[in-house]
């Protein structure tokens, strides 16, 4: 018995969609300018944060466990992720929304590579990661954004129980924070770097969003998605 009401569909059009995205825009362009342009307010919020983060100095312990967390969220594993979620929503006959979440974790891909060659910010020192290629916005956080927001989108609508979508909702939120502290203890991304990942993924989920609700009716039509639900 799934809990969605199979009379809609998973993402509805939204006119709030467009101001949103608006609004991330806004502030991702102005982070990514104040990066760009190395500022030295944003300077000061890094060098605060990243001291917070750290401590006085790594420890053994919280470098091994947040260079596990830092592994499985990498770009690749973030393919995974999705793609074993994208094997059991096809196999439930949600065809176009398991197309969706493929398109959407790639899409996110090459949007920071884009990102990242306009801004070109130089890793921070004493790296502890084998991570190269430049820093903002950090991949790992953008592609765990993406996978929790695809898991949050259309996974956990299907879930019939409130308190087992309530239980994973905030472990999704926990593991996102995990992930971007992961990145800044390793010294791998500045914090900036993962806001950064949040807004960019944000911005380009509102996108993907707009063109599901767009698009969906018309690729449920084509023979390979025959009965797909959407």
């Known amino acids: 018995m799934m809990y969605?009401?199979?009379?809609?569909?998973?993402?509805?059009?939204?006119?709030?969609?467009?101001?949103?995205?608006?609004?991330s825009l806004c502030f991702t362009g102005l982070?990514?300018?104040?990066?760009?342009?190395?500022?030295?307010y944003l300077q000061f919020l890094d060098?605060?944060?990243t001291t917070a983060i750290q401590g006085s100095s790594p420890t053994p312990g919280l470098e091994h466990f947040y260079?596990?967390?830092?592994?499985?969220?990498?770009?690749?594993?973030?393919?995974?992720?999705?793609?074993?979620?994208?094997?059991?929503l096809w196999g439930f006959?949600?065809?176009?929304?398991?197309?969706?979440?493929?398109?959407?974790?790639?899409?996110?891909?090459?949007i920071d590579g884009v990102v990242k060659q306009?801004?070109?910010?130089h890793r921070p020192p004493?790296?502890?990661?084998?991570?190269?290629?430049?820093?903002?916005?950090?991949?790992?956080?953008?592609?765990?954004f993406l996978v929790a927001a695809i898991l949050w989108i259309i996974v956990l609508p299907l879930i019939e129980r409130r308190w087992i979508r309530l239980i994973i909702k905030a472990l999704l939120i926990v593991v996102l924070g995990l992930v971007m502290l992961s990145r800044v203890y390793l010294n791998a991304h500045f914090p900036?770097?993962?806001?950064?990942?949040?807004?960019v993924g944000y911005s380009w989920l509102l996108v993907a969003e707009m063109l599901y609700a767009s698009y969906a009716p018309q690729v449920a039509r084509y023979r390979f998605v025959v009965h797909t639900k959407i």
């Open 47 to 49: 060098s605060v944060f």
């Open 67 to 88: 260079s596990i967390v830092s592994f499985l969220s990498s770009p690749v594993m973030d393919g995974f992720w999705v793609f074993i979620a994208a094997f059991f």
């Open 31 to 40: 982070l990514s300018v104040s990066v760009a342009f190395n500022f030295d």
């Open 126 to 144: 004493l790296h502890l990661g084998v991570d190269s290629g430049y820093s903002f916005p950090s991949g790992h956080v953008l592609g765990i």
């Open 93 to 110: 006959k949600y065809k176009v929304p398991a197309l969706w979440a493929l398109v959407t974790i790639s899409g996110g891909g090459i």
């Open 4 to 23: 969605r009401n199979e009379d809609y569909m998973l993402m509805e059009r939204d006119p709030n969609r467009l101001i949103k995205l608006i609004v």
């Open 118 to 121: 306009l801004v070109r910010r």
């Open 192 to 199: 900036t770097d993962t806001l950064g990942a949040c807004l």
